[in-house]
Structures are given as structure tokens and as C-alpha cells.
């Protein structure tokens, strides 16, 4: 049964309340990695939103009309990471050739997309949540822009922390940790205006 919740509410949710790394802590590997510099952090942030919208629509599309009808759900981990990797491979092909420059800073990060626990996250909400289509898309896109807007806070705050005056056992990760947490709860502050459930 499809949920009674509007796509624009749900892009809301999926940005703000419930945001797929601050809530959920989904993609932080790459997230704490390239958050260091604010170019990096926004292609990726881009890289990241456009794979997670355009893998949750192909891989609801796959549930919907070949695996549910086919009676092979068993087999949706598989194709949801087989979809992810082919479109991470294509884009990374794609960045290669459009901005060498932003390849070579996204570095192993980029192909890393493949494995990004958010991105296989997502599709299995909207499994388990029981989106329709607008839903899905919504949903998707949101949790991208909430993944890029948390690296893009992270990476503005990181260039503030390294040139304050920053305790020597907590300089690099632990204030980095540290920030993420705030970050976090910041955005926990939204969690009574609306829920994606």
C-alpha cells in the first residue's frame, strides 16, 4: 500500500528531516573523506544526487514491472547493485570526459559511488516504503539534495575549523566528528515539522 504522503513533502523530508546521512548516517565514507575542499564536495555532492535519481527510478522501474510481475524479488539486491554500478561507471566515464579536473579531485571517490551505502539505502526505502513513481522520484532526488547539502555544509565548516584555533587532540577527524554530530542534531531540529516514513 502506497503511503498518503505528497511528492513535495516527501522531497521536503527526504532534504531537511529525515536526511538520508544526517539521519540515517548512510554515505559516510565519502562524505568525511572528500569534504575537505568545497570544489570536490560540490561535484560529488552533484555526482551523488544524480546517481541516486536516476538509480531509484531505474531500480523501481525493474521492481515494479520485472521483478515483482516475474515473481524474482529474491533476486533485488543483485539487480539494484548491478543498476548502481552501471550508472556510476557511465557517469564517471561521462565526468572523465566533460571535466578532467574534477575527475582527477573526486579520484577514487568517485568509482566509490558504487559502493555508497546511500545509494543502495534509497532504493531499499522506497522498496520497503511502497512509493509510486512521483513518490520514488521525489524521494530520490531529495535524498540527493540532502546528501549534497550536508557535504557542502561540511566541507564550508572544515575550511573554518582549519584555521581556528582547534585543541591538538581533536584537530582533523575528532573536530571533524565532532562537527558532524552538531551538524546532525541541527538538522534533527526539523524532525517535528514533517516525517518520511
Do not use: H
Not at 568545497?38 to 535519481?53: K, W
Not at 551538524?183 to 517535528?192: C, N, T
Amino acid at each position: 500500500m502506497t503511503p498518503d504522503i505528497s511528492a513535495f513533502s516527501l522531497l521536503i523530508g527526504a532534504v531537511f528531516t529525515s536526511n538520508i546521512l544526517l539521519a540515517n548516517y548512510l554515505g559516510m565514507c565519502s562524505f568525511i573523506a572528500i569534504s575537505r575542499d568545497i570544489n570536490s564536495s560540490n561535484g560529488l555532492g552533484m555526482a551523488v544526487t544524480l546517481v541516486l535519481t536516476i538509480t531509484g527510478l531505474i531500480n523501481w522501474l525493474i521492481l515494479q514491472y520485472i521483478l515483482i510481475p516475474l515473481g524474482i524479488i529474491y533476486l533485488r539486491y543483485i539487480v539494484f547493485i548491478v543498476v548502481i554500478a552501471a550508472v556510476v561507471q557511465m557517469l564517471e566515464m561521462i565526468i572523465d570526459r566533460l571535466s578532467q579536473s574534477l575527475y582527477m579531485q573526486l579520484g577514487i571517490y568517485l568509482p566509490l559511488i558504487t559502493v555508497n551505502c546511500a545509494i543502495l539505502g534509497v532504493a531499499l526505502f522506497i522498496e520497503i516504503r511502497q512509493y509510486n513513481f512521483l513518490q520514488t522520484l521525489a524521494y530520490s532526488v531529495g535524498s540527493g539534495l540532502g546528501w549534497w547539502l550536508a557535504i557542502i555544509l561540511l566541507a564550508a565548516i572544515r575550511k573554518k575549523t582549519d584555521k581556528s584555533p582547534v585543541p591538538e587532540g581533536l584537530k582533523g577527524t575528532g573536530i571533524t566528528m565532532i562537527t558532524i554530530g552538531v551538524m546532525a542534531m541541527g538538522f534533527l531540529g526539523f524532525s517535528g515539522m514533517l516525517a518520511v516514513q
